[in-house]
């Protein structure tokens, strides 16, 4: 007779009663897969969660885009507003240039003028002759101004007198440094300045010729002159 061990006797009793499984089949038994129903619940929960973050994205997006134009809006008006002023200033700029000039005063440009060919002296007398009028020896800052005054000169000077005009223009207190009366400097090269003997350019005097006049032998290009020499001064305020 055949003697079975309890061990060998329990394994064949759970095998011939089906409670011994495969592990696969033991493993779905204890831990079924998920229910269909539950997964698509998690992936539209997914796709539900991604769209509400895009639609953030876009609302924000749209936000900056409107600030955006607000913003671009502004700045035209702004632009819009400065440009009107610029050109309200640039109105009131042409008005002041053309503002009336008591007699015997002229208005020339942004100033009034006045020369008198007659009156020929040397440079401070003829600066205490402009100054007794209420003005000072003429001076220009650029190429239109001294354009304006050489326009003017002309016109006084019809009748082309050999008469050089006094500038308020000198290099007395430093030699070489050209200054307005008012304390500016005096422009320098061409088209301002002329030359002697169509290469000599001025001003080349040196100490000797520290007044600064528009001389009428060079078509009233500006020189170094002789400050006791005569010439008519040309007044300006």
């Given at each position: 007779m055949m003697t079975w061990s309890l061990p060998l006797f329990l394994l064949a009793t759970l095998t011939a009663s089906g409670a011994l499984q495969?592990?696969?089949?033991?493993?779905?038994?204890?831990?079924?897969?998920?229910h269909q129903n539950c997964t698509q619940s998690l992936t539209d929960y997914l796709l539900l969660r991604q769209e509400v973050q895009l639609s953030k994205m876009v609302t924000a997006e749209e936000a900056t885009?409107?600030?955006?134009?607000?913003?671009?809006?502004?700045?035209?008006?702004?632009?819009?507003?400065?440009?009107?002023l610029n050109q309200k200033v640039q109105e009131n700029k042409q008005t002041e240039k053309r503002r009336e000039c008591s007699p015997p005063f002229s208005s020339v440009g942004d100033s009034c003028l006045l020369l008198t060919l007659s009156e020929k002296q040397d440079w401070a007398s003829a600066r205490q002759f402009c100054l007794r009028m209420g003005a000072d020896l003429a001076h220009f800052s650029d190429?239109?101004?001294?354009v304006d005054i050489l326009k003017y000169v002309n016109e006084i000077n019809a009748h082309n007198e050999m008469t050089d005009i006094w500038l308020g223009?000198?290099?007395?207190?430093?030699?070489?440094?050209?200054?307005?009366?008012?304390?500016?400097?005096?422009?320098?090269?061409?088209?301002?300045?002329?030359s002697r003997n169509d290469y000599e350019s001025a001003p080349d005097g040196g100490r000797s010729q520290n007044c600064a006049g528009m001389h009428k032998r060079d078509r009233y290009y500006v020189h170094d002159l002789r400050c006791n020499g005569s010439a008519a001064p040309l007044c300006q305020k």
């Open positions: 495969e592990p696969e089949s033991l493993q779905h038994e204890l831990f079924p897969p998920p885009t409107q600030l955006m134009k607000e913003n671009l809006q502004m700045l035209t008006q702004v632009s819009e507003t400065l440009t009107q190429a239109a101004g001294y223009g000198t290099d007395e207190a430093q030699e070489g440094t050209w200054l307005w009366v008012t304390g500016e400097p005096m422009p320098e090269g061409p088209p301002f300045w002329g």
